[in-house]
C-alpha cells in the first residue's frame, strides 16, 4: 500500500500502468508547439473518497495509455501529473498550484465541488485550460459562471430529473420520499426536485435529511413508514445509511421501492448491501464493466487491459479523459492554440458523438454537462445491476 507521503508526491505520466514512474523533478517539455500535452490532477488517493480516487485515477491513466499507444492526439502525446489530495480542499489547491507551476497544463481533473468552486477565478484568470472532475454539482452546471468547467454526465439534478420521468412512467401520480445527507451534495438536487416532481405529477410526500455516513435511523424510518411512498430516492450517500434505511423499512412491510444516484451505483459497493439490495435501482449515465449488450469497442478495450470488474469511478475517470481527448482533438484540427477557451468550444462541439458505447447513445455536451441517463436495478442471483429502462436524454 502506498503511503500518503508517497503519493503526495508522485507524478504518474499518463501512458504508464498503475503506480508507474516517480518523476524526479525534472522538467518536461512544456505543452506547445509540437510537445505534450498536460492533464493535471487532484485526485484522492487516500482519505474518505480514495475508493473512487484510486479507481478515477486508473480509469485516467487507462484511457491516456490507449490514446498514447495510438500516437497521441494529432499526433501528440498527453501527460499525466497527478498528487494525491487526500480529499481536502486545501490539498487540492496546493496540488494545483504546484502542478501548473512546474508544468504547461491545458487539462486538469479536481477532486470535489469544493475545489471546483474555489479554484474557478483562478481557473479564469489563468484561461489556459478546461477542468472536469468528481462533482456532478448542479451548480458548476452553469456556462456563465464555470466557462471552463465541465462534467462527464449529467449533474445530480439532472440525475433525480431522469429518476423522475422514469418514475412518472411506470407509476403516474407516485407518492416519492427524499433522503439526503445534511451536506452541500445532498441537498443539491432537492429543491428544483420538488418543482420537477410536480410537474410531472409526482407527489413529495416526506423529505428526511440525516448527517452523513453510518447513523441511527430508527426515527426516520418511521416518518418514512407514515408516509408510505411508492419511490424513496437517496441522495448525498455512498453506501451509509442506505442498507439500514432499507433493512428496517421493510422489517416493517414498506413496499416502497429504493433508488439512488451515480455515487451509491456501483456494483461492488451495492452488493455489500447484502440481501436488501435485491431491486435497489438508481441512475447510471455509462454501460457497467461487464455490459455486453449491443456494441462496445471501448468496454472491450478496458475488459482486454483489466480483466478484473472496474468500478463506475474507472469509468468516470476514463470518460472524462475521452472527453477532455476529444476537445483537444477537436481544438488542434481546426488550427486553434490550446487555450480554455478554444478547449471549451471544442468541447460544446460535441454533438451525436459516439463514446465507443461507453454512454449507451451518443452524446452532445451542449453545456456543461452531459444530460443522458439509464435506470438500472440489482439482480441479485446475477449479483449485477441491469436495465431497467431505455436510456433517457434530458431535452431530447
Known sequence: MMTREFTRRNVLGGGAAMGAGLALGIRPLAAQGGGEIVLGGSIPLTGVFAFAGVGIHAGIQDYL??????????????????????????????????????????LYYGDSTGFSKTINPELERRGSMIMAG?????????????????????????????????????????????????????RDPIAPSETLAKTLGLNVVEKIVTPPGSVDVSTEVLKLRRANPDFTIFHGYVLAPIPEFITQARQMGLRSKFMGTFWSMDNSTVQRM?????????????????????????????RQMR???????????????????????????????????????GLNGIKDFDTGGLFGVPISIPGNSVPVGRIYAFDGKARQMVPASDWIRLGA
Open 307 to 345: 480483466p478484473e470488474y472496474q468500478s463506475t469511478a474507472y469509468l468516470q475517470g476514463f470518460v472524462t479523459a475521452l472527453l477532455m481527448c476529444e476537445a483537444v482533438k477537436r481544438t488542434l484540427s481546426a488550427g486553434k492554440e490550446l487555450t480554455g477557451a478554444n478547449l471549451k468550444v
Open 274 to 302: 447484502g440481501e436488501v439490495a435485491e431491486g435497489f435501482m438508481g441512475v447510471m449515465p455509462y454501460r457497467y464493466y461487464y455490459d455486453s449488450e449491443g456494441k462496445s469497442p471501448m468496454l472491450e478495450k478496458i
Open 134 to 186: 468528481a462533482s456532478f454539482a448542479s451548480e458548476l452546471n452553469d456556462p456563465r459562471k464555470y466557462p471552463l468547467q465541465f462534467m462527464a454526465g449529467p449533474d445530480y439534478s439532472e440525475m433525480f430529473g431522469i429518476l423522475l420521468r422514469y418514475i412518472a412512467k411506470e407509476k403516474p401520480a407516485a407518492r416519492l420520499a427524499f433522503v439526503y445527507s445534511d451536506t452541500e451534495f445532498g
Open 65 to 106: 495509455k490507449i490514446v498514447n499507444d495510438a500516437g497521441g492526439v494529432e499526433g501528440r502525446k498527453i501527460k499525466y501529473v497527478a498528487e494525491d489530495t487526500g480529499y481536502k480542499v486545501d490539498a487540492s489547491v496546493a496540488a494545483f498550484n504546484k502542478i501548473t507551476g512546474q508544468e504547461k497544463v491545458s
